[in-house]
């Protein structure tokens, strides 16, 4: 399972999103591995145009989804620690969203070069996608 960034959801709707995203995004919801988390719904769903939140909404439910636990928290302070301790500083949610997949042993595809920093300080290790977008599985490297 991948858990998906708001940096990707958000790109692959932008109209002139980048088509890799876009690309890469649909092979992993038509292999059922995308996943999302509670902080990455507050980033989308907060975001969205009153007309378009039924819609989006309804897209969304067809997609598993995993509240943060109280074990998830604790391990994204430790990482903050751990980044802080390194002089790096980021978003609290992108501590929140690495801790949640590392926990489940699950990758995070994101846009963002946050989450290649915390993969190193023992967040979640980066989705990668296959060639020309495709799903790459885990076992695949």
Known sequence: MVLVDSS???EAARRKGDLGAK?????????YEAAWCSPVKLEVMGG???EE?????TFFACIPYVEVQESEWEAAKALAWRARDAGI???????VISATAAARGWRVFARDAHFAALAG?????????????????EAEG
């Not at 690309?23 to 919801?29: H, K, N």
């Not at 939140?53 to 909404?57: E, I, N, V």
Request: net charge positive; proline share 5%; glycine share 14%.
């Open 89 to 95: 500083t980021l978003p609290w949610n992108d501590f």
């Open 121 to 137: 300080l023992g967040g979640a290790q980066l989705y990668e996608p296959g060639y020309g977008g495709s799903y790459r599985a």
């Open 23 to 31: 690309v890469a995004l649909r092979a992993l919801l038509d292999e």
């Open 8 to 10: 990707v959801w958000i």
């Open 48 to 50: 969205v145009r009153r």
């Open 53 to 57: 939140r039924r819609a989006l909404g």
